[in-house]
């Protein structure tokens, strides 16, 4: 079989391992066996898969194929951000990046190519969604970033295909995963789950659940359901309004859900998992970060289980936007602080390196070089 019509096996569940292999004739401790190789120790190379017999391994190699996005450019930030641009299989691409804490890595992972919702500040959504992302593809972007930290004992991780950018072996097992990249992640719902469910599971790469941030402009039907699974990911609503005035202009894709639903239902979410709700404000000169929208955002969210992220807003060319001032988001920060609301200011890493999304994948489709 042609090797772009074979299966991905990267994104299956340990149950549709086992069945894929049942269909084999193989039993079903196989399966443990096979994801324990593609998911921890991201080998993508079945001849490395040793504890399997080699009949079976020219029978996978045969049927199945194990593919991660590969890594077409980076940009390494002075502060160790890594910006990806990475190839699917179809030739589309998407960002990741990279970015190292005190704690350990975050990976901002992208769940759609582009994005539908149209947001004027962001250059992922400009050119509108061309597609949803799979399971196998969100994940493929973890492995490519885990690889380059040598988180994984695969070809890729020994700086094979797709390049190494970070110190092998340098770094343990846990991460944190931020779905805050190009796209909507609960308008690619069913994807987005099977990602974390792989993420979490022992048979995955039994990542807390507790370390994975899901972004969301605000879809209330799909908090709703969110919520209704109990699982305790950190949920971050991007707002950048406390209105139904503002919001929509910035925020079109939206416009059809008034902030006061976005904010129940984020309450309903808080309340079922017992995790605080971060809300996104990106402040843009004249447009959201007077003293009064502080204010109002304040009353919005004193009293709710509930944290302001400020972000400095960036620059997308084309759009007019500024990003406010230092000093306009510290007294932003304080009235919001005066009114019982717990806010920060987020640390801007990898600003020298365009981090705002979509901005590498814009330029790679103009065929424009940095
Ligand atoms: S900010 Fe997020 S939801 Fe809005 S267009 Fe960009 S990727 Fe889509």
Redesign the pocket.
Known sequence: MAEAQQENLIGLTLAEMGDRLAALGQPAYRARQLCAWIYPRGETRWEAMTDLPAQLRELLAASFRLSWPETRRTLVSDDGTVKYLLGLDDGDTVEAVRLLYRYGPAFCL?T?V??????V??????GGLARNLTAGEILGQAQRLRADLGMTTGAAGAGGRGGATGPAGAVGPSFHVVL?????PL?NFDATLRFIEILHAPWGLAQSHRHVTL???GLVPQIRRLATLGLPVNLSI?LHAPNDRLRPSL?P??ASFPVRDVVAAADDYAKATGRRVTYEYSLFKGVNDSVALARELGRLLSGRLAHVNLIPGNPVPGTGLAGSSGETIRGFAVVLHETGVPVTVRRELGSDINAA??QLRGKARAGEKQ
Do not use: P, R
């Open positions: 992208s759609q582009g994005c539908g919702m149209g947001c500040f962001c250059a992922s959504g400009a805050m990249g190009s796209g909507e308008a972004s969301t402009c991007s925020m894709g939206v999304c979509g």
